[in-house]
């Protein structure tokens, strides 16, 4: 059974740092795609940061780019998404996801080519 398990969520204030984790377990994430989704209440969720089944490109929505990193270790079947500048926008619940068929690729940002979500960790920034 697989499992994707978020960590690193909280409270920060404007212009703070957050860093999320996902594990994996169950199935390996090498030569999968993996994205990082956000949901805030009343709104759909959406495409924050992705990356190819070969780790080679990065995909970030317009929004974050530039405050926001993406990064997975296939050793540790860990995926890291690591916010700076952190705005009251931002706030939202971050789920990762993990695509369950090798070596796709595609458009990474949409939601629907994802297999395996999280339970998703909730992100709060105050102004």
């Known amino acids: 059974q697989v499992q994707l398990v978020e960590s690193g969520g909280g409270l920060v204030q404007a212009g703070g740092s957050l860093r999320l984790s996902c594990s994996t377990s169950g199935r390996t994430f090498s030569n999968r795609a993996m994205g990082w989704f956000r949901q805030a209440p009343g709104k759909e969720r959406e495409s924050v940061a992705a990356?190819?089944?070969?780790?080679?490109?990065?995909f970030y929505a317009d929004s974050v780019r530039g405050r926001f990193s993406i990064s997975r270790d296939n050793a540790k079947n860990t995926l890291v998404l690591q916010m700076n500048n952190l705005k009251p926008e931002d706030t939202a619940v971050y789920y990762c996801a993990l695509d369950q068929i090798m070596l796709r690729g595609g458009d990474y940002t949409r939601s629907a080519r994802y297999d395996y979500w999280g339970q998703g960790t909730q992100v709060t920034v105050s102004s």
């Open positions: 990356s190819s089944w070969s780790g080679s490109s990065m």
